[in-house]
């Protein structure tokens, strides 16, 4: 992809807030000791899993989807069942924060090619469901889904390679952490079903067939789900900290929202060293503007500054925490 291209591709995303159109400080533009790992996956049983689970959230497109690919009434059949078997069994529960979809993805995470479920570690009656609805998915969507997660792969790489050391290394010093030094898997799917998008534990599992997670935001949304691996763990546990000794609930959004902040501030100014202007996810979707509306005065006052080396880390924390709002 020529420089061309980056620059046809941000144009398209818009330009950045005046909140992070400031450069991060000399340090966090170094490149890190040792650059972040990401092995990339495109798995047919991780992929076969969210399509269903998809299908089981969103259950009126499956029709749509049946005639568009021109499924055979036994096709239709079991799609339908194992949909229903998906809206019975899961569809309810929480992909990140539910043991049994944490215990589901981690029995896919296997060899990309796999399309037998059985003996792996699943849920009873699982197995079967998979193994009847995979030949269907197989035929009728999965070429376009693994296209899609592979193009996405190859995007996101080219800007890793391009920008990647400077984001690294403004995001761990913005969150005061390093990236794992294991490679993170990121597993790529055409859609989580989970109305947030992506979603990470130890993995990090990415929906490629959002618009809103295209060209440039593919490299935020890379390094903002591997910095929940580790490197926001003791900025949470700081502010959580704060919270409870000021006798505050400790389940605020603050660690989150800065985290959020922290990514996206890092690919602007990566990518302005190329000329190239880049609105961060939380901007372009309203993040700020909406639900976190609130927090943009501290972070003006505070956690700005820190990123621009114009105040300390400790001192911004405290004085955030001092001025949130009772409710956040």
């Avoid at 989807?65 to 059949?77: F, I, M």
Wanted: glycine share 6%.
């Amino acid at each position: 992809m020529h420089r061309n291209s980056l620059v046809l591709i941000a144009a398209l995303l818009g330009t950045p807030c005046a909140a992070h159109a400031a450069d991060a400080p000399a340090s966090a533009q170094q490149a890190p000791v040792q650059r972040a790992q990401f092995a990339y996956h495109s798995a047919f049983l991780m992929n076969l899993h969210h399509f269903l689970f998809n299908l089981a959230t969103h259950p009126s497109e499956l029709e749509p989807l049946l005639q568009k690919t021109r499924a055979t009434p036994r096709e239709g059949a079991v799609l339908r069942m194992a949909v229903a078997f998906y809206r019975t069994n899961y569809a309810q529960r929480d992909l990140l924060f539910d043991e049994t979809m944490a215990v589901i993805k981690r029995a896919l995470s296997v060899d990309d090619n796999r399309r037998d479920p059985n003996g792996l570690a699943l849920p009873d009656g699982l197995p079967a469901v998979l193994k009847a609805a995979g030949p269907a998915y197989a035929r009728l969507a999965w070429a376009d889904d693994d296209a899609a997660n592979r193009a996405w792969i190859v995007v996101a790489r080219e800007f890793d390679g391009r920008y990647g050391a400077a984001v690294q290394a403004a995001v761990e010093h913005g969150l005061g952490a390093g990236f794992p030094r294991a490679p993170v898997r990121i597993d790529l799917v055409r859609e989580t079903g989970k109305r947030q998008g992506a979603y990470t534990d130890t993995q990090v599992v990415i929906p490629a067939g959002r618009p809103s997670y295209q060209g440039l935001a593919s490299m935020e949304m890379l390094y903002h789900e591997a910095a929940h691996v580790q490197t926001s763990s003791a900025l949470e546990a700081s502010i959580e900290a704060r919270l409870k000794a000021a006798g505050r609930p400790t389940d605020s959004e603050l660690w989150h929202v800065l985290h959020f902040y922290t990514v996206g501030a890092a690919v602007a100014a990566a990518v302005k060293s190329d000329g190239v202007a880049y609105e961060p996810y939380a901007d372009r979707v309203g993040l700020f503007k909406t639900y976190w509306a609130a927090y943009v005065p501290l972070i003006e006052a505070d956690w700005a500054p820190w990123l621009a080396g114009r105040e300390k880390m400790e001192e911004a924390l405290d004085h955030m925490v001092g001025r949130l709002p009772e409710g956040l």
